[in-house]
C-alpha cells in the first residue's frame, strides 16, 4: 500500500478555483491508478475523478466532467484536482485513493486512501 496526503482544500467563493494535491509515500507510485472522491455531510462518499497509472486513462463524474481535470505528475509522486466553476454543490470533504489496477469508479476498490480535505463553497 501507499501513504496518501492531500493538501489544498479551502474556502472559496462560487465560481472560484482551487487545486488539490494529493502526494503519495513510496518510490511506486507510477503503478498506481489514482482518484479522487468527495463526502459531504450526510452522504455518501462519491466518484469525482479517476487516472491511469501512465495518465492515459481518466474518468469524471457526470457533474464535474467540464469543471474538473485530474493530472499527475508521477516524477513528484503527486497526483492533483483542478477544480474550476465552482458551486456550492461541490462543497465536500475530498479524499485521494490509490490502486493498483486501471480506472475504475468503486471505491471499494481502492486499497489506499488520504486523510481528507475540506473544500467550502460559497454563494
Known amino acids: 500500500q501507499v501513504e496518501l496526503v492531500e493538501s489544498g482544500g479551502g474556502l472559496v467563493q462560487a465560481g472560484g478555483s482551487l487545486r488539490l494535491s494529493c502526494v503519495a509515500s513510496g518510490r511506486t507510485f507510477r503503478r498506481y491508478s489514482m482518484g479522487w472522491f468527495r463526502q459531504a455531510p450526510g452522504k455518501e462518499r462519491e466518484f469525482v475523478a479517476a487516472i491511469s497509472w501512465s495518465g492515459s486513462s481518466t474518468a469524471y463524474e457526470d457533474s464535474v466532467k467540464d469543471r474538473f481535470t485530474i493530472p499527475r505528475d508521477n516524477a513528484k509522486n503527486t497526483v492533483y484536482l483542478q477544480m474550476n466553476s465552482l458551486k456550492p454543490e461541490d462543497t465536500a470533504v475530498y479524499y485521494c485513493?490509490?490502486?493498483?489496477?486501471?480506472?475504475?469508479?468503486?471505491?471499494?476498490?481502492?486499497?489506499?486512501w488520504g486523510q481528507g480535505t475540506q473544500v467550502t463553497v460559497s454563494s
Open positions: 485513493a490509490a490502486r493498483l489496477s486501471g480506472v475504475t469508479q468503486a471505491p471499494d476498490s481502492f486499497a489506499s
